[in-house]
Nanobody, 119 residues
Framework: QVQLVESGGDLVQPGGSLRLSCGAS????????MGWYRQAPGKERELVAL???????RYADSVKGRFTISRDNAKNTVYLLMNSLKPEDTAEYYC?????????????WGQGTQVTVSS
């Protein structure tokens, strides 16, 4: 079993910054990708950013130039630095990590952390 623990969500004013963290623990053999999704009330969950084991990154168009995803392989942790936050960034943010254990593959989700952008 692989568990994810997220942190960093908060209430922030427009134009502000936040950094989300997500640590993975358990019987991890390798990690293929680490990413962040978000879901606003009444909307579908959407990909925000993703980083692969090779370091390739992918961002939603709406966050390009404002958000940066990074990972610490030694700590099995992924970060999302969010700058120039806008009210439309308000959502529950979920961490998603995929990889392998000794015996199988895994695709795990975190419990979510709330980001609210409001004055």
């Amino acid at each position: 079993q692989v568990q994810l623990v997220e942190s960093g969500g908060d209430l922030v004013q427009p134009g502000g910054s936040l950094r989300l963290s997500c640590g993975a623990s358990g019987s991890i053999f390798s990690i293929s990708f680490m990413g962040w999704y978000r879901q606003a009330p009444g909307k579908e969950r959407e990909l925000v950013a993703l980083v692969t084991s090779g370091g390739s990154t992918r961002y939603a168009d709406s966050v390009k130039g404002r958000f940066t995803i990074s990972r610490d392989n030694a700590k099995n942790t992924v970060y999302l630095l969010m700058n120039s936050l806008k009210p439309e960034d308000t959502a529950e943010y979920y961490c998603n990590v995929g990889g392998t254990t000794k015996f199988s593959t895994f695709d795990s989700w975190g419990q979510g952390t709330q980001v609210t952008v409001s004055s």
